[in-house]
């Protein structure tokens, strides 16, 4: 969908350069999506913090997800 949005000149140079991208479009497109995922794991960690969800994970069990020797 396109839109017009005014950005401030600093923050799109930001957000080109944070994201890498070389065009405006799809450098603000992958920051919004970025934010989206930020904000999901967010609510969903203040839930875990909370005792509001059944995740049941020991960190042991985290642990073994991941092969921590590995660079």
Avoid: C, W
Wanted: glycine content about 4%; aromatic content about 4%; overall charge neutral.
């Amino acid at each position: 969908m396109r839109i017009t949005v005014d950005i401030e000149p600093q923050k799109l140079h930001s957000i080109i350069k944070l994201t890498r991208q070389t065009k405006k479009s799809p450098a603000v497109g992958q920051a919004l999506d970025e934010f989206i995922e930020h904000r999901r794991r967010q609510g969903f960690l203040a839930k875990v913090m909370a005792g509001e969800t059944d995740y049941r994970a020991s960190n042991d069990d985290l642990e073994s997800l991941t092969d921590l020797s590995q660079p």
